[in-house]
């Protein structure tokens, strides 16, 4: 049971999602975009650099010759991997399902070791007729694999 908080419009909040969602009141929230982990099996990090003009000593080129220092600012990392992948998305999934209102929509971004798997969950979660449509996230940037074809897309599952 939600306990009524309602967000201000166009809020963004910042937190662990189970911790926040269920205090929220039901039938909140217009749209949900929702980027989970993509259960890549490795460690995942990501580093927060700030960036200054520099033109006589930068480690980095801009535009127009323009040259730039960065410094590390901090660096997070988690191991992306988890045994029961859908076990830790459906109560996630089940308090955006409670969130939306009527006229809601859920965007859910995954890659293709997940994507097949869990639109299965959101189709019980939702109903198969909610299934609004499947975004393909066509890109031509990051490594090729010599071993096999790469991934170069994302899906976005889109569900109202």
């Known amino acids: 049971m939600s306990s009524g908080y309602v967000p201000e419009a166009d809020q963004v909040i910042q937190a662990e999602c189970l911790e926040v969602l269920p205090g929220m009141a039901d039938g909140c ?3 949900i ?7 890549s ?7 927060s650099l700030q960036t200054v003009a520099d033109e006589e000593g930068g480690d980095r080129n801009g535009f127009g010759g323009r040259r ?3 410094r590390l600012l901090g660096e997070l990392s988690y191991d992306d991997s988890y ?9 996630r999934l089940c308090e955006a399902r409670r969130l939306l209102d009527e006229q809601g929509t ?10 097949h798997y869990v639109k299965l969950l959101l189709d019980e979660i939702f109903g198969r007729r909610c299934f609004l449509n499947e975004i393909v996230w066509a890109y031509d940037f990051g490594g090729r694999s ?6 170069k897309h994302d899906t976005i599952l889109v569900y109202v």
Do not use: T
Not at 83 to 91: C, V
Not at 106 to 115: K, P, Q
Not at 146 to 151: G, I, M, S, T
């Open 68 to 70: 730039y220092r960065s």
């Open 146 to 151: 010599k071993r096999r074809w790469p991934a």
């Open 33 to 39: 975009y929702i980027d989970p982990p993509f259960n």
């Open 29 to 31: 929230i217009r749209l």
């Open 83 to 91: 045994s029961d992948y859908l076990g830790f998305l459906e109560p």
């Open 41 to 47: 099996g490795k460690r995942q990090s990501r580093r």
């Open 106 to 115: 859920l965007y859910v971004l995954l890659d293709c070791r997940e994507a």
